[in-house]
């Protein structure tokens, strides 16, 4: 009976370590958004990511022009932007992009592969803005901003 | 690089082993400054490519401007057959279109389009026999080549904010989704419904101004926007004529609806068009829907209405879907641009199935039925049955 009790106790164990290790990787698979330090904004709702993104907002409040910086397709990234922030498949974002080749003449915004990559385009435009993976160390030339309303897991 | 300092290290080392560790110390602290030098010029190198252009690749403007290049192209096989109707099967339609933008600054911007196609038409389509009185044809037949180049869209705009834009040349007339939505590739059946192709329901470009605007919707979430602009109607182009479209959109756009209206001369007539148009999508389900009316003072307005459920029977990839799609013309002309005043009236419902199927988003390979059934008065023209059956197969390529 005591060795059937340490068996489980082991196999218990052994649960909740697996449990707290893919969790700690969970939470390791999250982003956060950044913009350039000079850039006064602290904090912005979920839609206007999507808008910003999508080209439907292309100014920040003191009229001068956004520049998203996007991340390389199939990325792990690009991959909780869209599933967590834009509610949209990647797919359904390229279908967009075709429609507005005519409807806007906007292009799809331009696309990066490192972390590192993405903070030096925020750094190098006033405006700029991209997300880098929650577990990246920042630089002095960007700071992180808040993001509002998203209630997706 | 590194291995190269490493050696230099080594090669001290051995041969100099009463050097100090704190001289090691220093070209240790040397060769890390230029590794990082190294990785600033790796990500210099990167933004001299890819910064001025916004994008990467082998194709830029002559000036300082960024350069948009991109455009479709539309292949179609058809054929035909109906009571009355001889059997036809022909590669109908070759178009190519080429998309070019150019941004100035964050507020101005060129955007163009330009077309170039070779098509088989279908002449006399809604063939009415008695027109062979005036040397019309007397049937429905595929007839000899088609070909064209014209520039549906050129227009400079001027961003004043998110909220306000101005747009000055021509372009694909924002109302509704299929008259706006001339992108092929994106149409799940070649052609668009009926009301693109009916004539006369719309004025299908916008010339001269078209203001337009964005609004984020702060409580329910989503955007609604409006367009505001001038036209110059084809029956009548020395009388301008306005129109305008507000329209509502959910934050993914799973779900968008909008009116439309222009009005303008049509003839002797002032017309007055109005249009409703909703999309929604539940994955794996898609719904267009649009309605057109447009009123000419008259006891019989033409006006036309369409539903087309689809479904995604392979996730992304392969498309199912249905229609049903009337169209009531009846100032319809017997042949396009005649001003003799010789109509050739029709009221006509296409039903359709059809599959797409998208290797890539790029591309949209189609396979489409419709019954183009003729009603009331129009089912029967001097004794013929006018209805027939059409199959389409077509590949749209965006690029």
Partial sequence: MRDQLKTNNKILAGLIAIFICFHDLAKAEEIVFIVNAENPIKEMRNQDVVDIFLKKKREWADASGIHFIDRKDGSVERHIFLTQYIGRSDRDIELYWIGQKLYSGNAAPMQVLTDQNAEKMVSTFKGGMSYVLSTYVLGKGVKKIMIQGNTSP | MRLGWGAVLLIMILFFPEAKADRLSLLENKFLELESAQKDLALKQQEVVVLPSDQSGPIHSFFKDELFIGGFFETGYEMIVG?????????????????????????????????????????????????????????????????????????????????????????????????????????????????????????????????????????????????????????????????????????????????????????????????????????????????????????????????????????????????????????????????????????????????????????????????????????????????????????????
């Fill in chain 2, 83 to 399: 009571p009355n109707t001889p059997f036809q099967a022909a590669e109908v339609e070759s178009l190519l279109g080429l998309n070019i933008s150019a941004t100035f600054s964050d507020q101005l911007r060129l955007s163009s389009q330009f077309l170039t196609g070779l098509n088989i038409h279908i002449a006399h389509e809604h063939y009415d026999p008695l027109t062979s009185n005036i040397g019309f044809s007397n049937q429905r037949i595929m007839s000899g080549y088609v070909y064209g180049a014209l520039i549906p869209q050129g227009y400079l705009e001027y961003r004043m904010s998110d909220h306000f834009l101005i747009q000055g040349g021509m372009g694909y007339v924002p109302f509704g989704y299929s008259y706006q939505q001339r992108e092929p590739v994106l149409f799940e059946r070649r052609g668009g419904p009926q009301m693109i192709r009916t004539n006369p329901l719309v004025n299908p470009l916008w010339a001269g101004v078209n203001f337009q605007g964005i609004y984020a919707l702060e409580i329910t979430g989503g955007n609604w926007g409006y367009n505001l602009y001038s036209f110059s109607p084809v029956e009548d182009p020395q009388y301008p004529g306005v129109g305008g479209r507000i329209w509502w959109a959910r934050k993914n756009e799973d779900f968008k609806f909008g009116m439309s209206t222009q009005v303008g001369k049509l003839g002797v007539v002032t017309s007055e068009a109005l249009g409703a148009d909703l999309q929604m999508k539940m994955k794996p389900f898609m719904v267009t829907s649009e309605f057109v009316h447009t009123f000419v003072h008259s006891d019989d307005d033409p006006w036309s209405i369409y539903i087309e459920p689809s479904m995604m029977i392979v996730r992304e990839i392969v498309l199912l879907y249905v229609f049903a799609d009337y169209a009531d013309s009846p100032l319809n002309q017997a042949v396009f641009g005649n001003k003799s005043g010789t109509t050739n009236p029709y009221k006509k419902w296409e039903y359709g199935v059809g599959v797409n199927w998208l290797p890539t988003s790029y591309v949209r390979l189609r396979l489409g039925l419709t019954y183009n059934d003729y009603v009331g008065g129009s089912m029967q023209a001097s004794g013929q049955d006018r209805n027939y059956v059409s199959a389409d197969v077509s590949a749209g390529v965006t690029f």
